[in-house]
């Protein structure tokens, strides 16, 4: 049994594979709101694992790590770690890097797990409505894995709700964006790694949604404007849509994370490259 007498739940019945593509880019933004993330990633020689150049690669990626932290079992967990591990060891800051860096950082990747564990949380609420308290404590038990699933301890996930976001708040009071970090998320949300077509279709939608879904300080950061009206409007389009996604059927409502883990899980098999 969970908190308050409630059955334990399964973590499938709570995904919505809509909100990863609704929150993605909004999620990015907080987590590279962290200098030593940002810069992370601005300066990878990666180059098989940068949006700008691969973005459908990325988007693999991501989606999978999604995927088999909340539906994955412990074994394709470590599978992926392992995968993944082999490509963190190559970032670290330089001799002229502006912040140092370590992609083995667990305070940076706790950042990280949190900004996943926020975004999960808000278009929670934006699309089905506020759940009550004892769903709510367990649902972010399970998203502990968002931070174990790489190197961040189960101790240092706060233990709660509320002292996650005592955590939270404090954490993100001191998230700065600057001119380098701030262009590099621009051409993101604009779309510039797709085709032009794509960018005139898609990214003045993606520019609206990014900037109702950034908490407000991040909005200064990022010297967007947003008002209440604004925010009224986003509400009533992600209501609507989750009205529609919570009718669907389990396998319809969790793609395509649910793709995503099959996928890593034929890459398994056939001994191909999880990243």
């Known amino acids: 049994m ?29 987590q590279l ?13 990666v180059d098989s694992g940068k949006v700008m150049l691969h973005p459908v690669k990325r988007l693999r990626t991501t989606m999978t ?16 770690r392992d995968a993944v591990n082999s490509v ?13 860096y370590n992609a083995f950082d667990t305070k940076l990747q706790l950042w990280v797990a949190a900004c996943l564990y926020y975004g999960v949380d808000d278009l929670f609420r934006r699309l089905r409505g506020q759940p009550d308290d004892a769903l709510a404590e367990q649902l972010y038990r399970e998203s502990i894995r968002l931070g174990t699933t790489l190197q961040v301890r189960a101790d240092q996930w706060p233990r ?9 708040n404090r954490e993100l009071a001191t998230k700065t964006i600057d001119d380098t970090v701030r262009a590099y998320f621009n051409d993101l949300i604009d779309l510039k790694m797709l085709p ?16 109702g879904l950034l908490p407000p300080h991040l909005r200064d950061e990022m010297h967007m404007r947003w008002s209440e ?29 649910n793709y995503y883990l099959w996928d890593m899980r034929a890459r398994i098999r056939l001994d191909r490259p999880l990243v």
């Open 33 to 45: 709101s962290e200098p030593a993330v940002g810069y992370g990633v601005v300066e990878s020689t």
């Open 160 to 168: 709660d709700r509320a002292a996650f976001y005592e955590y939270w």
């Open 196 to 211: 032009r077509p794509l960018q005139l279709l898609f990214a003045r939608p993606q520019r609206f949604v990014v900037t």
């Open 65 to 80: 790590y999604l995927a088999v932290a909340l539906l994955g079992n412990d074994l394709e967990r470590v599978r992926f």
């Open 2 to 30: 969970g908190p308050g007498g409630r059955a334990a739940i399964d973590i499938g019945d709570y995904v919505d594979g809509i909100a990863a593509f609704i929150g993605g880019t909004a999620n990015v933004i907080m």
């Open 229 to 257: 009206r604004q925010e009224r409007r986003l509400n009533r389009i992600l209501s609507a849509v989750g009205a529609v996604s919570k009718r669907l059927p389990r396998v319809l409502r969790q793609f395509p994370v």
């Open 88 to 100: 963190h060891r190559q970032v670290r800051s330089g001799p002229d890097s502006p912040v140092a």
